[in-house]
């Protein structure tokens, strides 16, 4: 009877050893209660626990990615789209982390949603695409502000993909094309603008110049005589003037 009861209390005596003794790693930290209340942050190492008296809540320090789930938002230009982000954070303050927020995962998690949709709801479609990273930032601003309080450092938000519907995937396919036509058409107008500018120069330089109109001929006679044309006419009147302009009669 006596071996059986100095057995029962060896066993409870190293029972309770065993279970006050915690190991923390050196990214963890153990937040201690004592009879409810909170008593200190311990760790990392060796840490001794008084059972029944104490708890410990471990809390990793290590910097968290957290997938933010798609959400549907409609743009300040009244476009559907769905958008997904990443946000990497950590604790930095253990005692707020377990103490001031109920499942701090959770509150950052719910919280990053609500912010995405209310951020990226302020902007048109052609800002969310073309100013992702100003978006980032004011998105990380927003949350590391509001989780101060919890003791949780907000160091990036990463806007993943920006998803259009089907629709209108085809309706910036057709306004990107009608939007090409119209720069082809405004260049091709520019052209002839220039080209009738230069003929105009032109007609009033053979005007000014008498013998220019000639010359002209000329260089058309030289031009042609290198093809393989049979036969070429020439008006009477513009023989003469190639006569005078050459110097014979």
Do not use: C
């Not at 915690?22 to 311990?42: A, C, H, M, S």
């Not at 958008?83 to 954070?89: L, S």
Request: aromatic share 6%; glycine share 6%; proline share 2%.
């Amino acid at each position: 009877m006596f071996e059986y009861t100095m057995g029962l209390v060896l066993f409870i005596v190293f029972g309770l050893i065993f279970s006050a003794i915690r190991i923390l790693r050196e990214y963890e930290r153990g937040v201690v209660f004592q009879l409810g209340r909170f008593w200190k942050v311990k760790g990392p190492g060796l840490i001794i626990i008084i059972p029944i008296v104490q708890q410990m809540v471990r809390v990793d320090l290590r910097v968290i990615v957290m997938d933010v789930p798609t959400q549907d938002v409609i743009s300040r230009d009244i476009v559907s789209v769905h958008v997904n982000a990443v946000v990497y954070f950590r604790v930095i303050d253990p005692e707020k982390a377990i103490i001031q927020v109920e499942k701090y995962l959770d509150a950052v998690s719910q919280l990053a949603q609500t912010t995405l949709r209310s951020v990226l709801g302020q902007h048109e479609l052609d800002e969310m695409l073309a100013e992702r990273d100003t978006l980032n930032q004011d998105i990380q601003a927003i949350l590391d502000r509001q989780t101060d309080a919890w003791g949780i450092k907000v160091s990036n938000v990463e806007i993943k993909h920006v998803d259009l519907d089907e629709s209108m995937i085809r309706a910036i396919a057709a306004q990107a094309e009608a939007e090409r036509q119209r720069r082809a058409k405004v260049i091709h107008a520019t052209g002839e603008k220039q080209a009738a500018h230069e003929l105009v120069e032109a007609a009033k330089t053979l005007s000014n110049e008498p013998n220019a109109i000639q010359l002209r001929y000329l260089q058309t006679l030289t031009e042609i005589a290198g093809d393989k044309s049979s036969t070429i006419v020439f008006p009477l009147d513009l023989i003469k003037k190639l006569g005078g302009v050459t110097g014979r009669d």
